[in-house]
Structures are given as structure tokens and as C-alpha cells.
């Protein structure tokens, strides 16, 4: 397994080792101790979450105020555009993002640490995403950042205008949304 610092050192790309035969292949999605070791984070999964969407579907950008989850995302069908925001105001990239191609045939996966706001959006026919998260999902402390927000400026690789819940349509504007000492 080969772990990739990103432009945001604490949001890590995660490369497994992969086995390939005639048959399929094989891989290891996950291992606490290397996982550990490269992420200096203690705290324990407790939630594991499966999202399926269609192409141009845009979800986020989503985190916890209250009970921050960090979250360790990959793409078991089809291919995302995968986006991490830090909200650490004593962050030396806080208010910057950075963006992953995650995807069933690149096998990767992204660590999010909690206090970070994350989205993705379809690129592919669908995607199914699975992710796990360090707290478990708490509807009460739940904020939204507009995805189009100018401050943040994402380049999303969009053709069109992406399909929005009506949650993520009416989202906060980075300047206006919570963050994180």
C-alpha cells in the first residue's frame, strides 16, 4: 500500500497494492496498522456509509460542526471527482481544497481527517462510493458549503450543471459557515 501526501498534507490519496490473475483481483482496502502509522489517527470507524448516484450528481460539501467525522472514501463502481476543504482556521491551508479522481478501476482511496468539508461528483453512467467515518452521522450538528462558492473556487470537472439535493442547492457560503479553531 502506498500513501500519497495531497497538496493538503493531512488529506492522504491511498494507492493499495493490487493482485491481478485471470481470475479477478484482490486488494486490501483497509489496514488499522498502516492506516495508523501514516495518519497518526487513533480513533476507531464506526459507521460505514454506500452512496449510489447517476452522472453530473454533485453531493456537498458536506461536514459535522459538533462530532467532526473523518472520513476514508473509495469508488467500487465508477469513477467521482472526489473534494476535501480544510476548515482549520490555525491550518496553514485553511480555505484551500484539493480534488481526487477516485475510481473502481484506479482502486484508490482519499482519507478526509475531520474538520474538513467533503463532495464529490459523478462522472461516470453512476457510482457507487463507500466510505467510512470516524463518528457517527448526526443530523443536528450537519452544515453544508455551497459547491460553487467563489471564495473556494473548485474546478469541478463539469460539463453542464450538476444535479443538487435541495440541501446542497441552498448550502451556506464558505464565509458564513461554521469552522474549526
Wanted: hydrophobic share 40%; glycine share 6%.
Amino acid at each position: 500500500m502506498q500513501i500519497k501526501k495531497t497538496e493538503i498534507p493531512d488529506v492522504l490519496l491511498i494507492e493499495p497494492k493490487v493482485f491481478k490473475d485471470e481470475r479477478g483481483f484482490f486488494l486490501e482496502s483497509y489496514q488499522a496498522q498502516e492506516f495508523a502509522a501514516a495518519t497518526h489517527f487513533q480513533k476507531l470507524f464506526v459507521q460505514d456509509n454506500h452512496s449510489h448516484s447517476f452522472q453530473g450528481v454533485l453531493r456537498g460539501l458536506h461536514y459535522q460542526f459538533q462530532k467532526p467525522q473523518g472520513k476514508l472514501v473509495r469508488v467500487v463502481s465508477g469513477e467521482i471527482f472526489d473534494v476535501a476543504v480544510d476548515l482549520r482556521l490555525s491550518s496553514p491551508t485553511y480555505g484551500k481544497w484539493v480534488g481526487c479522481y477516485l475510481s473502481a478501476e484506479n482502486f484508490h482511496s482519499l482519507w478526509i481527517p475531520p474538520e474538513f468539508a467533503h463532495g464529490f461528483l459523478v462522472l461516470s453512467p453512476h457510482a457507487d462510493v463507500l466510505y467510512k467515518a470516524t463518528d457517527f452521522y448526526d443530523p443536528a450538528s450537519e452544515c453544508c458549503i455551497r459547491w460553487d462558492d467563489p471564495d473556494l473556487a473548485i474546478k469541478w470537472p463539469l460539463q453542464g450543471h450538476p444535479h443538487l439535493s435541495k440541501k446542497d442547492a441552498e448550502g451556506g457560503f464558505f464565509r458564513e459557515t461554521p469552522h474549526f479553531a
